[in-house]
């Protein structure tokens, strides 16, 4: 039954307060970071698993994200932490802008940027920005990348031993005084007010000398194994490895090259990063790379739900849910990835790619890679070595001119034109930039769209797996209305880089009814 009282209540943005209400009633988890309850009464906003009481109806509004909570006068609750809820939907919001926006956001685009430039990526105006803000969010961006940064600053304070200070300086502050100020305004209490001393001292009791651990939480279901089938084949030898279910790469964020790792918490929703502590000063950016990587924003059950309407996929989905898009933790490394990996196996282009990094990327110090590198021992060439490097040098690795023609061609478009950094015109555009460079073809900027620039909706749908697997399939029934079908993947968008994956994972799954011979003749 509609409530009146709520439907007041729910901020312009997209929310259905009955079913809010309710989910705060039964704490439900599959909601856990997608709003945020503000309670009247008290002057705090929380999650909807909080373990307080429920208020009553009259009492509470709801906000879509918690900086337009905070705006609004709130504080975080300091039972539920709203600051460890899983990250808000990139793609939930109904405006693609904001979503994209979301995602430049967290890339850190207004770390060092103004709303300005953030607009001029999207290809729209910066008022009009600021109104889609309020209208969907509530909040504007601004306020989205300081609760960002105040919220990762929290979460240090009660996970770890780090140094207020550090902690300013890290979650991107320019100034200590900056910061306090900021968080007491957002937490009404002091930085240090907000420490635990005695999980402090176990913290210290638990964190190696020169390394750090944090941990960054999911929405269930979450398929680290599906993710790890896909990121070990393609791991680029020298500067990633999948290893007994730990990921570990090799990174340059600062003046000096670091080591992380990320496995899996299971038990707590959470997976666990663990870096060097010489990297702590870039801990929000390399968090939210990771984030990207792994898709820890994803809605599972959301993306489910909507590929689910189709049989195919439903069938898929429910024998492996979880899935997830991996991401990038380097869009350009990606993009070289891509072209390296046309017309060859996975193997084949795994292997090149080890060449290009053992000729072009920086070694790392002997004494590092003794210290326990586990066979990491470059850094991955940046855009300006390969925008430099002649073509007959670019060519030794092993693969034909044209091809290196493409890598030169996408190097010096990435460090002059910041191709990958343009996130004008939709999807549509930056398929449309990457295109016009020399050997980039539909497949390659679908695939860069994907990973790269997080485009859900992308779909190489040239892939020769793809075009097999949909050619198996009978073509939907037509538009009604029209005298027309559709083409077989249009069924699942908006989330058709989602299918993609899906699709690649059940085609080389050996649990997969299609494959049941081959798995039995497999030594």
């Excluded at 109806?57 to 460890?84: I, L, M, Q």
């Excluded at 084949?233 to 570990?248: K, L, N, Q, T, W």
């Excluded at 820890?296 to 997830?324: C, Y």
């Excluded at 069924?491 to 081959?518: C, E, F, K, V």
């Amino acid at each position: 039954m509609n409530n009146p009282t709520l439907e007041r209540k729910a901020q312009e943005m997209e929310l259905d307060a009955d079913r809010c209400y309710q989910a705060i009633l039964s704490r439900d988890q599959r909601y856990d970071g997608k709003f945020f309850t503000a309670v009247l009464t008290t002057g705090v906003y929380c999650r909807p698993i909080c373990p307080a009481g429920p208020p009553l109806a009259k009492n509470v509004t709801f906000y879509s994200c918690a900086s337009a909570a905070e705006e609004a006068g709130f504080r975080p609750c300091r039972r539920c932490r709203p600051e460890t809820a899983p990250g808000t939907p990139a793609w939930a919001g109904t405006s693609a802008s904001v979503s994209r926006a979301l995602r430049l956001i967290s890339e850190g685009v207004l770390d060092d940027g103004s709303v300005t430039d953030l607009a001029r990526k999207l290809g729209v105006g910066d008022r009009h920005l600021r109104r889609l803000f309020r209208q969907h969010l509530g909040t504007s961006p601004l306020a989205v990348a300081q609760t960002r940064r105040l919220h990762f600053a929290h979460n240090l304070l009660k996970e770890t031993d780090l140094a207020v200070t550090e902690i300013a300086y890290c979650s991107g502050f320019a100034s200590l005084r900056r910061f306090n100020s900021a968080f007491r305004n957002a937490f009404k209490r002091s930085p240090s007010e907000s420490r635990n001393p005695s999980t402090i001292k176990a913290k210290k009791t638990r964190q190696a000398p020169d390394g750090f651990t944090l941990k960054l939480a999911y929405r269930s279901p979450f398929n680290w194994d599906a993710i790890l089938s896909f990121l070990g084949p393609r791991a680029i030898p020298g500067v990633e490895s999948v290893d007994h279910g730990v990921y570990r790469r090799t990174i340059e964020l600062g003046e000096k090259p670091s080591l992380l790792e990320v496995a899996h918490v299971p038990e707590e929703n959470r997976i666990e990063l663990q870096v060097e502590r010489h990297a702590i000063k870039d801990l929000l950016r390399i968090a939210e790379k990771i984030r990207s990587l792994f898709d820890l924003n994803a809605d599972p059950q959301l993306i489910a739900a909507d590929l689910g309407k189709d049989p195919t996929m439903k069938s898929i989905l429910d024998r492996v849910p979880g899935l997830r898009l991996p991401g990038a933790w380097d869009g350009f490394e990606i993009a070289v990835r891509a072209i390296l990996g046309q017309q060859v196996t996975v193997g084949g282009a795994t292997t090149i790619s080890g060449r290009l990094v053992t000729r072009f990327g920086q070694p790392l110090k002997e004494k590092w890679i003794a210290s326990g590198g586990f066979g990491l021992t470059h850094l991955f060439p940046s855009a300006r070595v390969l925008a430099q490097a002649s073509l007959d040098d670019i060519a030794s690795i092993g693969i034909p001119k044209p091809r290196a023609r493409a890598l030169q061609a996408l190097a010096r478009s990435v460090s002059e034109d910041k191709v990958l950094e343009d996130r004008s015109g939709g999807l549509e555009g930056p398929i449309q930039r990457l295109t016009k460079l020399p050997g980039i073809g539909d497949w390659t900027a679908q695939y860069i769209a994907m990973r790269a620039l997080g485009e859900p909706d992308a779909f190489p749908s040239t892939d020769l797996v793809l075009k097999k697997i949909l050619e198996a399939h009978e073509a939907p029934p037509s538009i009604p209305g029209k005298n027309k079908t559709r083409r077989p993947d249009e069924r699942w968008s908006p989330w058709r880089a989602y299918a993609a994956m899906a699709l690649w994972y059940d085609h080389g799954n050996p649990q997969h009814p299609s494959n049941s011979t081959q798995a039995k003749v497999k030594p």
